[in-house]
């Protein structure tokens, strides 16, 4: 079955530390996004890919890198400089065509103390 | 400014009807998007509307009109597995989502 898929569910880092959220999907799909969700705010788009070895800012890029060097992978990092790291992050991809539908992975709550 | 409005909260009871609304102000708009998103899990996509009026799909209708720039979710006999967030997200000039807080709704039995 196709499907995108995050790693891990749970992570947990101290204050300080770059941490690298994975993000796989064998959907053959062009594009794929990083969201970032709050209690009580929309999701809010960290960076997005349209192609391989391309990626453009979001609305939330400051303290968050990515890369895009494989159709499939789209790992995220949030390095030190992100004031508020804490958060429920998940990862998108769609055909990148028009108004398609994203398909979303099960997310990854990272945890910042 | 792009701003997506839809109610924080509702409580609806096994096998009624709710009717989930949404209004958007976007630059330009290219359709609505409906995800629905249990809690800790991914949000799914429900429906899509670009011309005005209602789409059916089984159980759950999503109506739009974009004059109004207003879009509802309409979910019949509900169930206990409908209780979740769901999501409204309008597509802009651009192609961007623009994503509203979502409404998490409560069934009781």
């Known amino acids: 079955d196709g499907g995108i898929t995050q790693s891990p569910k749970y992570l947990f880092r101290k204050e300080g530390q770059n941490v690298t959220l994975s993000c796989e999907q064998n959907?053959?799909?062009?594009?794929m996004y990083w969201y970032r969700q709050d209690p009580g705010q929309g999701l809010r788009l960290i960076y997005y890919?349209?192609?391989?070895?391309?990626?453009q800012k979001g609305d939330i890029a400051e303290g968050y890198s990515v890369s895009r060097e494989k159709k499939e992978s789209f790992p995220l990092t949030v390095t030190s400089a992100q004031k508020n790291p804490t958060a429920f992050y998940l990862c998108a991809s769609s055909t990148g065509t028009g108004a398609s539908p994203l398909h979303f992975g099960n997310g990854t709550r990272l945890t910042v103390t | 400014g792009q701003n997506i409005d839809q109610p924080t909260e509702m409580t609806a009871t096994e096998g009624a009807i709710v009717q989930i609304n949404c209004t958007y102000q976007?630059?330009?708009?290219?359709?609505l998007f409906w995800y629905q998103q249990h809690a800790g899990e991914a949000p799914t996509f429900l429906s899509y509307?670009?011309l005005d009026g209602l789409e059916e799909k089984g159980r759950f209708s999503s109506f739009l009109s974009r004059s109004k720039g207003y879009s509802y979710l309409l979910l019949k006999e509900l169930q206990m597995k409908d209780s979740a967030s769901y999501l409204c997200?309008?597509?802009?000039?651009?192609?961007?989502?623009?994503w509203g807080a979502g409404t998490k709704l409560i069934i009781k039995p």
């Open positions: 997200a309008a597509l802009d000039s651009n192609y961007q989502l623009i």
């Open positions: 959907l053959n799909h062009d594009a």
């Open positions: 890919s349209q192609i391989v070895n391309d990626f």
């Open positions: 976007t630059s330009g708009f290219n359709g």
């Open positions: 509307n670009v």
